[in-house]
Structures are given as C-alpha cells and as structure tokens.
C-alpha cells in the first residue's frame, strides 16, 4: 500500500520551537526549509538545527524533505551535506529550471553519499518548479534521474516570473497540468502550491478540491490547520469508496472465474477504471490508518 | 509569510518615524535620552510598536505597546538589541528599567545587578558579569580591620588626589584606589592610571585598581557623562553606591570610603551627600560603609580642583601647573600635550568628592 | 552568539577566555540543569574546544537543539567555514 503524500508542511529551519514539536501535527511529510523561511544571518544555525532534528526517532518515522538553497548561493552545498548525512529522505531543489540542475545536484549527492557511507541512491530528489522556463522543461526535469521522486510547483516566485499576480488559480492553470503531465508521464508524484492565507478555510478548501480533482498527490502546506482541512478534502467519500469496492471485487472475481474481461451491472470495466477504484481503496484505507 | 512583527535599527533625530518612537515612549512616560545613539524597533503593518535605544554598552527607553506586551516580542527586541550590540563591538550590554519590568527581562538573558527601589533597576545580559570581576577582585583582598577606598577620575591626577590618600591611608590598614575607567574624560584612561601609579608609586598598603564597568561608568552612573548635564535625578548617584556597597565592597572588605569635600559642582556634591545615604545609612544589601570626607587640599589658600589644571594645561601654562600637580604628573602632562590645546575639555564637574 | 530566548529554544553566546568555561541559566535548570550541562560539555569535547566562556540562557531546548546552537556558535567564534562533519 502506498504511503499517502497528501500533506506536506513547511517547517522554517531556523524555528527550534517548531523543529521540536512539529511531528505531532502528523503531516504525511514534513519539509525543514532552509531556503526563503530563513534569513540570511539565521542560515549556519539553521542548517545545524535540521541536520539534528532529522535524525530525532519521530522524524525518522516520517517523511523528511529538505529544502536547501540554490548551489549557487554560499549556502547550497553545505545545507547538501547536512542534509543528507542527517538522513533526509529527498532533497528539494528550488528554482529548477532544467534537467540539468537536477542533475548537477544528483552528482553532488552521490558525491556526499559516498563520503558519509550513506547507500548510494538512498537520498531521493524533488524539483521545485518557480518559473516559466521550469514549467516549458517540466518533462525532461521529471525525467531527468531515476532518483527523481516528485515535481512541485511553486506559486509565488512562478507568478512573479509569469509577471502577474496569485488570483483564483487561472493564473496557475497552465504551469499545474504543465507540472502534472509531466510527473504522471514520468511516473513520479506531483505536489502543488502553498496556499498563503492561513485565515481563508473557504478558499483553501476550493483550491484543495481543484487539485485533487487535476489530479495532484498533495500540496505543501505552511500551516498546521491546514493539515486536517486536507486530509479531509482527500478523504474519497463513502458513496466513491462504496462504488470502488464493488468495482474491485468484480475484478477479483473475473480472476478467480478466470474471465478475460470484468463486468459490473452488465457493464464492462475496463482496467484503468479498476485501477482507479483501487487507488481510492488504498487512499481511503491509507487515510483512516493515518488519522489520529 | 507569517504577520510577525519585523525589526528595523533607526536614528530617531534623523528620521521622519523618530516622532513614532517618542510617542511610544511619552505613552510609558518616557523620553528619549540624549545619550541614545541608535534604536532597535519593531514594526506591525508599518506602525512602530516596540523599540529599545542603545547607548554604548547601555540598553535604556525600552518600551512595548499594550497590546504586544508578553514574552515572545519582549524576546526577539532583546535579541536584536544585542545583535546589534555586537555589531557595534559591545557584547556585555547593560540595561536600565522600572523595577516592574525586571521579571520580563530576567526572561529575555539579562540579569539583575540592583534597584533602586521604586524608581530603576539595573541589570546586565551575563549571569557572570559582576560575579568575574568580583572574582578578579578577590585576590587582592587583605586581611585587617579598617579597609578604605578611595574612587578617582584623576583628570589629572593632582595635589588635591594625592593628599586625599594620605589622609585616607593614614586612617585605615589599607587603601584601596580606584581609577574611573570610562573614556570620557579630556585625559584619557590610560594616562590618567599611569600618573596615579606614578603618583602613589613606593607608597605601601596602597592598592591602585583599574576601574571597571561597574564603577562610576556609563552603564552605573549615565548622568555623570551627558555633556552639560547638572541634572540630578533621584536615582542617578544611587544606583553606582548600591553597586559598590552590595558587591564591589564586599569582595575587598571595604569597611571605609573616603572623599574630599566638593565645594564647587552641584552634581558631585550631590554624589558625596548620597554617598553617605546609601553606603552608610539606608538599609540596604551589604554591610553599611563609613562614609568619611576630608575638606580639599589647598594651595595658597585655594582648593586645588583638576578643572583647574586642565584650563591651564589648556593654555599651555605648566609654571603655574607647577604647585597644584605632582612631578610626574607635570613630566606626563609636558610629555603628553607639548603644545596648547585648545579643544580640551574645561568641563566644571569633576567627580567623587575629589576633584 | 546563536539562537534565540524563544520557548524550546537556547541562546548561546560566546567570549574570549583563557580556559573554558560554561554557565548556564534555564528556566528548567532544577529538573534539567545537569543534562543541559552534560549535553555542551561533550558537544564542545567533540568539537575539541578548550576555550573560551560560553553562556547559555536555555528556553527548554531539546537536546538537539542545544547541540545544534552549540555548534554553530563555536563555529561562529572561530569564523571556521568548512565543518568536518565526523566531529559532530
């Protein structure tokens, strides 16, 4: 059964009070941030706190994504190395523009696996995509590396990039199926923008049900409440778990009957329709495991 | 992304928000004071609602609006004050409040050093402050009954000084001479503690000690340094004799302070009187001090005062120098300024019922 | 210095000394007092600092935490760039 990844939550690096606490919150991934949510003079001890808190128990238990600096900036390579020989499990990467960003932060990985004896191919990577030319080379980002483990789209710096501002999500239309195409075609996950107004339930439910319905795994979240309202949002309803189930068991008893085809209600099912309903099956299963 | 209020450093004389700072200030009844060089504030949506004003190594007119009052803000201006700070190469900050306040920066890394009841309390950001230099202290403390102290600014050293620790060695079993240490005077430190040293030189039962942060400084006693400042606060002498007698006093067994008579400035003459208050008579922490003043050294039927030797030494006149300094002084003066300086200092005051 | 007065967090500020000293003051100093002790003693051990006076204003910081600010503290005094990772 696949690990949900419906929530991922922001966690300034340089937050010690947050770093200590936040895994009660039980978001399907937590991402130590150690790019924009840091300050300049902050980003040393930044760095040293999430190289710590990554190897605390409850973070092990959890999934960990670092967000580190361009490679470019003073700060890239050694917020790599803290990272991965904390034990983070993917590194994000922002402003990817090409493949091969990706694959100049790959070598430097593996060169840091092999120093720190941590195993080869362990320290998976995720895209951030911030700008236009992100999103023209979302295809051959996505599939760029085996160690590729999700493309994410980044609002506000690809907006600023787009010249316009954040609205209703027109603005986005575009770069998200551009992002999601791309990571279905690589068959890798795709994770949506943060959503910044902590106060607007409303808009942040319309948004969450706009991308669950493109398609998206999950978004990436800067507050905790937004953990719930999500996780919520996701959850398949009874009447589409209901419907997945029958489909399913239909399946299961072509098989066993040893028919080529599978029916339902003298209808004919065909295989992707099957694997959709268990998709909704793991995902309502995976839900309920890990809700509180 | 968060609504978290963000800080800025301002000038408040050089800039159009400085009004912001001075109501903020005026709502706690408090002004800016003259010797504040730079402020720390903290901005809400573009309104200015905390701040906290550094002058040098002293942390004073801090200030949170009502509505952020509570740690969390109380915390961050503390430490963008000392971020700050070190920037500017201070690293040990002191910081001045109304007693009420001293819980919440006892929560922000400062600790208390004394209050003066009712009205201030000073506090510095180590738990090791005080406690270190009364450790290096230490070792210089003897044993006998009658230990005495005498505090100087030396600026220069005359006469007037030397006679004042003739008296004072006469009577106790040891003195012990403290040169002010604050750069603030027209002679600077280190030539002040040299003609002192020079001074006193072969002189036994005498221990001459640089002065300190905690002894008639900035931080212990602000109102002796504002330029032109005759003003004598409640509290502005207290707090410097409270530290002396609660600390500084204890790690040597001072049991006497001696000063000369101050006929000529307001704010030293307060200092003496004060000095008699808080050392020997309020109930205060650490054993009372006998408070002991001798009229001034005169010459010719005058008071010697170091003013008076820095207007000549202004003019270049070092024969008439000549009867109100010691030799080594002199030599220390001609050496030190061979040509006339106009520029310095002829400030009144001069401190500790000295000269 | 490193860090902040912030709850589950340390300040750790740094001087100049001849020998190493390390003061701590924490708003749980009675229940933690020698495990906050004990976690910067062996932090500098490793780090193999023999000098310097340390003082740490502890907010009910993780152990972590109080690595992690020790750290980067000493690293900030001894303007050292490059970490050698096998000492922390």
């Given at each position: 059964?696949?690990?949900?990844?419906?929530?991922?939550?922001?966690?300034?690096?340089?937050?010690?009070?947050?770093?200590?606490?936040?895994?009660?919150?039980?978001?399907?991934?937590?991402?130590?941030?150690?790019?924009?949510?840091?300050?300049?003079?902050?980003?040393?001890?930044?760095?040293?706190?999430?190289?710590?808190?990554?190897?605390?128990?409850?973070?092990?238990?959890?999934?960990?994504?670092?967000?580190?600096?361009?490679?470019?900036?003073?700060?890239?390579?050694?917020?790599?190395?803290?990272?991965?020989?904390?034990?983070?499990?993917?590194?994000?990467?922002?402003?990817?523009?090409?493949?091969?960003?990706?694959?100049?932060?790959?070598?430097?990985?593996?060169?840091?696996?092999?120093?720190?004896?941590?195993?080869?191919?362990?320290?998976?990577?995720?895209?951030?995509?911030?700008?236009?030319?992100?999103?023209?080379?979302?295809?051959?980002?996505?599939?760029?590396?085996?160690?590729?483990?999700?493309?994410?789209?980044?609002g506000f710096d690809y907006v600023v990039d787009m010249q316009t501002q954040r609205g209703?999500?027109?603005e986005l239309?575009?770069a998200?199926?551009?992002?999601?195409?791309?990571?279905?075609?690589?068959?890798?996950?795709?994770?949506?923008?943060?959503?910044?107004?902590?106060?607007?339930?409303?808009?942040?439910?319309?948004?969450?049900?706009?991308?669950?319905?493109?398609?998206?795994?999950?978004?990436?979240?800067?507050?905790?409440?937004?953990?719930?309202?999500?996780?919520?949002?996701?959850?398949?309803?009874?009447?589409?778990?209901?419907?997945?189930?029958?489909?399913?068991?239909?399946?299961?008893?072509?098989?066993?009957?040893?028919?080529?085809?599978?029916?339902?209600?003298?209808?004919?099912?065909?295989?992707?329709?099957?694997?959709?309903?268990?998709?909704?099956?793991?995902?309502?299963?995976?839900?309920?495991?890990?809700?509180? | 992304?968060?609504?978290?209020?963000?800080?800025?450093?301002?000038?408040?004389?050089?800039?159009?928000?400085?009004?912001?700072?001075?109501?903020?200030?005026?709502?706690?009844?408090?002004?800016?004071?003259?010797?504040?060089?730079?402020?720390?504030?903290?901005?809400?949506?573009?309104?200015?609602?905390?701040?906290?004003?550094?002058?040098?190594?002293?942390?004073?007119?801090?200030?949170?609006?009502?509505?952020?009052?509570?740690?969390?803000?109380?915390?961050?201006?503390?430490?963008?004050?000392?971020?700050?700070?070190?920037?500017?190469?201070?690293?040990?900050?002191?910081?001045?409040?109304?007693?009420?306040?001293?819980?919440?920066?006892?929560?922000?890394?400062?600790?208390?050093?004394?209050?003066?009841?009712?009205?201030?309390?000073?506090?510095?950001?180590?738990?090791?402050?005080?406690?270190?230099?009364?450790?290096?202290?230490?070792?210089?403390?003897?044993?006998?009954?009658?230990?005495?102290?005498?505090?100087?600014?030396?600026?220069?050293?005359?006469?007037?000084?030397?006679?004042?620790?003739?008296?004072?060695?006469?009577?106790?079993?040891?003195?012990?001479?403290?040169?002010?240490?604050?750069?603030?005077?027209?002679?600077?430190?280190?030539?002040?503690?040299?003609?002192?040293?020079?001074?006193?030189?072969?002189?036994?039962?005498?221990?001459?000690?640089?002065?300190?942060?905690?002894?008639?400084?900035?931080?212990?006693?602000?109102?002796?340094?504002?330029?032109?400042?005759?003003?004598?606060?409640?509290?502005?002498?207290?707090?410097?004799?409270?530290?002396?007698?609660?600390?500084?006093?204890?790690?040597?067994?001072?049991?006497?302070?001696?000063?000369?008579?101050?006929?000529?400035?307001?704010?030293?003459?307060?200092?003496?009187?004060?000095?008699?208050?808080?050392?020997?008579?309020?109930?205060?922490?650490?054993?009372?001090?006998?408070?002991?003043?001798?009229?001034?050294?005169?010459?010719?039927?005058?008071?010697?005062?170091?003013?008076?030797?820095?207007?000549?030494?202004?003019?270049?006149?070092?024969?008439?120098?000549?009867?109100?300094?010691?030799?080594?002084?002199?030599?220390?003066?001609?050496?030190?300024?061979?040509?006339?300086?106009?520029?310095?200092?002829?400030?009144?005051?001069?401190?500790?019922?000295?000269? | 210095?490193?860090?902040?007065?912030?709850?589950?967090?340390?300040?750790?500020?740094?001087?100049?000394?001849?020998?190493?000293?390390?003061?701590?003051?924490?708003?749980?100093?009675?229940?933690?007092?020698?495990?906050?002790?004990?976690?910067?003693?062996?932090?500098?051990?490793?780090?193999?600092?023999?000098?310097?006076?340390?003082?740490?204003?502890?907010?009910?910081?993780?152990?972590?935490?109080?690595?992690?600010?020790?750290?980067?503290?000493?690293?900030?005094?001894?303007?050292?760039?490059?970490?050698?990772?096998?000492?922390?």
């Amino acid at each position: 059964m696949k690990k949900p990844r419906r929530s991922m939550l922001f966690i300034p690096g340089s937050n010690a009070a947050m770093l200590s606490t936040a895994f009660v919150y039980r978001p399907d991934s937590i991402m130590f941030d150690l790019e924009d949510a840091v300050s300049l003079r902050a980003k040393d001890s930044a760095r040293m706190l999430v190289y710590h808190a990554l190897q605390l128990p409850m973070y092990r238990e959890m999934e960990t994504v670092v967000r580190i600096n361009p490679l470019d900036t003073p700060f890239g390579h050694k917020d790599l190395e803290a990272a991965v020989r904390g034990g983070a499990e993917i590194i994000r990467l922002p402003k990817t523009d090409c493949a091969e960003d990706v694959l100049r932060l790959e070598r430097e990985v593996e060169g840091i696996e092999k120093e720190c004896g941590r195993k080869a191919g362990s320290t998976r990577l995720m895209a951030a995509i911030e700008s236009a030319s992100g999103v023209v080379n979302a295809l051959s980002i996505a599939t760029s590396t085996p160690r590729m483990d999700s493309i994410a789209l980044a609002g506000f710096d690809y907006v600023v990039d787009m010249q316009t501002q954040r609205g209703d999500g027109m603005e986005l239309f575009y770069a998200r199926c551009a992002v999601l195409h791309a990571a279905r075609a690589a068959k890798i996950d795709a994770f949506d923008v943060v959503f910044s107004d902590v106060n607007d339930d409303e808009g942040f439910l319309k948004e969450v049900n706009l991308i669950k319905r493109l398609g998206f795994n999950g978004k990436s979240l800067i507050n905790p409440r937004q953990i719930e309202l999500l996780h919520q949002a996701y959850m398949p309803s009874e009447e589409e778990v209901a419907k997945a189930k029958r489909i399913v068991e239909a399946a299961l008893e072509a098989e066993r009957a040893g028919h080529g085809v599978v029916s339902l209600n003298g209808k004919m099912v065909d295989a992707p329709v099957v694997l959709s309903a268990r998709r909704i099956l793991d995902l309502a299963r995976s839900s309920r495991a890990s809700a509180y | 992304m968060s609504n978290e209020p963000i800080f800025e450093t301002m000038i408040p004389r050089r800039n159009a928000r400085g009004a912001e700072v001075r109501s903020l200030l005026a709502a706690s009844g408090l002004e800016i004071e003259k010797d504040i060089q730079i402020f720390v504030v903290a901005c809400d949506a573009g309104r200015i609602v905390a701040c906290a004003g550094l002058a040098g190594e002293v942390v004073k007119c801090v200030t949170i609006a009502e509505p952020y009052r509570g740690s969390a803000l109380a915390c961050r201006l503390m430490c963008e004050v000392q971020m700050l700070a070190m920037k500017r190469r201070h690293s040990h900050l002191f910081l001045y409040t109304k007693p009420g306040n001293a819980v919440l920066f006892e929560g922000c890394g400062f600790h208390m050093l004394a209050e003066v009841k009712g009205h201030a309390c000073l506090m510095e950001n180590t738990p090791v402050g005080i406690r270190d230099y009364c450790d290096k202290l230490q070792p210089f403390r003897q044993t006998a009954q009658r230990i005495g102290s005498v505090v100087i600014n030396a600026n220069p050293f005359t006469l007037g000084h030397l006679h004042l620790v003739r008296e004072a060695r006469r009577a106790c079993d040891w003195l012990h001479v403290f040169v002010v240490s604050e750069n603030a005077s027209a002679i600077a430190y280190a030539e002040r503690l040299d003609m002192v040293r020079a001074g006193l030189a072969g002189m036994d039962r005498v221990t001459v000690h640089r002065g300190s942060r905690y002894l008639i400084s900035k931080a212990t006693f602000p109102g002796y340094f504002i330029k032109d400042s005759c003003v004598v606060e409640a509290c502005s002498t207290a707090m410097d004799l409270l530290i002396f007698r609660k600390y500084i006093a204890p790690a040597l067994g001072i049991t006497h302070r001696f000063v000369g008579s101050e006929p000529f400035c307001r704010l030293t003459a307060k200092y003496n009187e004060d000095m008699l208050d808080w050392l020997e008579t309020a109930a205060e922490e650490g054993a009372p001090i006998q408070v002991v003043e001798y009229p001034r050294f005169e010459v010719d039927g005058r008071a010697v005062s170091a003013s008076e030797v820095r207007r000549l030494l202004a003019r270049g006149d070092f024969a008439a120098m000549d009867s109100l300094v010691p030799v080594a002084t002199l030599s220390q003066l001609r050496a030190s300024y061979p040509r006339v300086r106009p520029a310095v200092d002829c400030r009144a005051t001069e401190l500790i019922g000295v000269m | 210095m490193c860090g902040t007065l912030e709850s589950n967090d340390l300040l750790v500020k740094v001087e100049p000394r001849n020998e190493l000293e390390v003061v701590i003051s924490s708003v749980v100093m009675r229940q933690f007092g020698v495990r906050i002790r004990q976690v910067v003693d062996e932090t500098l051990q490793r780090m193999e600092v023999t000098h310097g006076l340390f003082v740490i204003e502890d907010k009910g910081a993780l152990d972590c935490t109080i690595q992690a600010r020790v750290q980067t503290a000493v690293m900030r005094a001894s303007e050292c760039e490059e970490l050698d990772w096998s000492v922390l």
